[in-house]
């Protein structure tokens, strides 16, 4: 079992930058994918970005390309989003989540990760 835990949301205005922290308990962080969803209520769940086990492969959804970066530390058991030049339609709530999967395709499907956390809010104003 993983329990994900995620810091650093906030309020921050239009064209600012926040950094999203996820740490992650158990040994078998570092062979998992790691990815960060969004999802505002009563919307459907957003991929935006994945990191594979080692951190030599990412993905990011075409919205927050150039703008997002995401890394991990697994000495720290912790993955990080990087969020520059925000916006106000990036105000949501924002997940890490962990695919135990042995795969080389990161997946941007939220059914295909196994655990979750319980999310922090950014809040972006204009």
């Known amino acids: 079992q993983v329990q994900l835990v995620e810091s650093g949301g906030g309020f921050v205005q239009a064209g600012g930058s926040l950094r999203l922290s996820c740490a992650a308990s158990g040994r078998t962080f570092s062979t998992y994918t790691m990815g960060w969803f969004r999802q505002a209520p009563g919307k459907e769940r957003e991929f935006v970005a994945a990191i594979s086990w080692r951190g030599g492969s990412t993905a990011y959804a075409d919205s927050v390309k150039g703008r997002f970066t995401i890394s991990r530390d697994n000495a720290k058991n912790t993955v990080f989003l990087q969020m520059n030049s925000l916006k106000p339609e990036n105000t949501t709530g924002y997940y890490c989540?962990?695919?135990?999967?042995?795969?080389?395709?990161?997946?941007?499907?939220?059914?295909?990760?196994?655990?979750w956390g319980q999310g922090t809010q950014v809040t972006v104003s204009s």
């Open positions: 989540a962990a695919d135990r999967r042995v795969t080389v395709v990161l997946s941007r499907r939220g059914d295909e990760y196994d655990y």
